[in-house]
């Protein structure tokens, strides 16, 4: 994963094709959804509870096995570094929670 994006093979590696992974987007003023490959994921791959997750300087995004659409870990918070992800055992059972250290632009 780099800025062009993170993409993912698909139906092995003779006969795959490569499929571009996104994030979709709404934006704040006018609602318009637009679904977004390029991230400056700065090449920082994570492993993310068995599965992989992407950091950047959009946020963390959870790969999602059954679809290219990658899942924002990070709510609605925009323009935001997340770093140094954790699982955590939350207090209910059951429940896992992730612990992170977080800088924003904005007001969090």
């Not at 300087?57 to 290219?68: E, K, L």
């Amino acid at each position: 994963a780099a800025e062009p994006g993170a993409f993912r093979n698909r139906f092995g590696c003779v006969n795959g094709t490569w499929e571009p992974l996104f994030v979709r987007r709404v934006w704040r003023r006018t609602g318009k959804v637009v679904d977004r490959v390029p991230h400056d994921y700065q090449r920082i791959n994570i492993d993310f509870a068995g599965g992989v997750a992407f950091g950047s300087d959009q946020g963390m995004f959870v790969m999602n096995h059954s679809s290219p659409q990658l899942i924002s870990a990070c709510g609605d918070v925009n323009n935001n570094i997340i770093m140094h992800p954790a699982i955590a055992q939350g207090e209910e059972p059951g429940e896992t929670c992730v612990v992170t250290a977080l800088w924003d632009w904005s007001p969090i």
